[in-house]
């Protein structure tokens, strides 16, 4: 064989263990999604299991037609340097519209399918954080709206920010979250922030002098489960967040593992500091608490305070990061219901609260650090500031207006009659466990 068909040989056989990867990846994340329903229903009391379950089933598949047809080409069109209006001019944005040869069976293009396949299920990710913060009292349609507005809309909207390349925020300010605990954590944690404040608490949640009632799940066991099963969906949701290096955009077959800002990287710094930020998290809230939800929330909270920089931590530090998260969010979680806001599963807390540790700790502990780029400022605690605040607006705003407007036309909550009769009796018309409750 010449030269010439050696390169081709070994560039056909990188782009396709590329495929493969971003396929498998995608296929563990979908783990994330079982899981965040088995947390959920776990969480829910016996009336409510299934209308949780089917929240998560229907928002997980409203979000693959919507980012099919404009979330996707989003990322592209802000990712240009873009704040508000998208660049439709963008080479990639055009070339990502629905009706594109790059959005179908093409066989000279392995990459975008996968890549978008990812995506997709970043954007699910998105919404099934969102949804455990409301269960029990949202009605259906309205929340298919805002899981769709999270997302398929805003949270690609800050990934094209500061998770992209062209992104503004790494290109003017340096803005670095490896991990996305900015463009997807904190994103996801105010945009619930936003609609909780509409929405109001669950019947019986609070007395009339303020106090909170506990409203404790039917199943702790699957709720602790599910939390474990979230987990492994995160070994793939952080394995995308690595660019495969396969022989594509001008890249070598031996480029190395690439951050999605196009530095260098190993999966070995990923397996280090994604275990170290989890054993972390879990201790640091078993000295807070012994309650093992609260626990199992402190290994993901713990992962999300590491998130930023997980290229670039000592595993050390990535445990005291998971530490602190793990000692902090149970604290964050009893000042927010202070607020007289019901949280049920604390989402706010562990990737809100969570996602500006994990954004800021790169700012205070990583400031000077090289540029991934020519013309890119290196990290910075400025840099890593704007991100924290354009990140928490973002999410903030949309998940805030949105739901007003639903509660305007009367249709973002349950009414209080139907949530003590039970949602599952009420949307469902099934029970969820039919021989227990035809026996009470």
């Not at 629905?98 to 998105?126: C, E, I, R």
């Not at 949804?131 to 309205?142: A, D, K, L, Q, T």
């Not at 998130?307 to 009893?334: C, E, M, N, Q, R």
Request: aromatic share 14%; glycine share 14%; charged share 10%.
């Amino acid at each position: 064989m010449s030269p010439e068909e050696v390169l081709a040989v070994v560039n056909a056989t990188a782009n396709a263990s590329m495929e493969a990867y971003y396929w498998w990846c995608t296929a563990i994340m979908v783990c994330i999604h079982a899981g965040f329903m088995m947390y959920e229903m776990g969480v829910s009391r016996a009336k409510n299991v299934l209308a949780s379950g089917v929240k998560n089933i229907l928002a997980f598949a409203f979000m693959i037609p919507t980012f099919f047809l404009f979330g996707w080409w989003l990322y592209w069109a802000y990712g240009t340097g873009n704040i508000f209006i998208p660049d439709a001019s963008a080479e990639f944005a055009q070339y990502y519209v629905p009706w594109s040869d790059g959005m179908g069976p093409n066989l000279q293009d392995g990459a975008s399918g996968v890549f978008w396949a990812a995506f997709t299920l970043f954007a699910a990710t998105t919404a099934s954080i969102v949804s455990g913060s409301v269960i029990e009292r949202i009605r259906m349609s309205s929340w298919i709206i805002l899981a769709t507005l999270v997302g398929s809309v805003v949270w690609i909207i800050g990934a094209g920010w500061g998770w992209s390349g062209g992104g503004w925020l790494v290109t003017d300010w340096g803005y670095h979250d490896v991990g996305a605990a900015g463009v997807v954590h904190m994103i996801s944690g105010f945009f619930a922030l936003g609609i909780l404040i509409n929405l109001g608490p669950r019947v019986g949640r609070f007395n009339a002098d303020g106090s909170a009632n506990e409203l404790r799940g039917h199943n702790a066991p699957l709720t602790i489960a599910g939390l474990m099963i979230i987990i492994i969906g995160f070994f793939g949701f952080l394995g995308g967040c690595l660019i495969y290096p396969a022989a594509m955009a001008g890249t070598a077959a031996d480029a190395g593992w690439l951050t999605i800002y196009g530095s260098p990287a190993t999966l070995s710094s990923f397996a280090f500091n994604t275990l170290m930020s989890f054993g972390g998290g879990i201790i640091g809230a078993y000295f807070i608490t012994k309650d093992p939800f609260w626990m199992m929330s402190g290994a993901l909270g713990g992962i999300f305070c590491a998130a930023s920089g997980l290229d670039l931590w000592y595993p050390g530090t990535a445990f005291a990061l998971g530490f602190l998260g793990g000692v902090v969010i149970p604290y964050s979680h009893k000042l927010i219901t202070s607020w007289g806001i019901d949280d049920a599963v604390g989402a706010v807390s562990v990737h809100g609260t969570c996602g500006i540790i994990g954004v800021m700790a790169v700012g205070i502990l990583l400031g000077g650090y090289p540029p991934p780029m020519e013309g890119v400022p290196a990290i910075s605690f400025t840099g890593q500031l704007v991100g924290c605040i354009s990140m928490g607006l973002l999410g903030f705003v949309p998940g805030y207006v949105g739901s007003w407007i639903l509660k305007q036309c009367g249709i973002l909550r349950v009414s209080d009659a139907l949530q003590n009769f039970g949602l599952d009796k009420a949307e469902i018309d099934t029970p969820s466990y039919p021989e227990f409750q035809r026996s009470q």
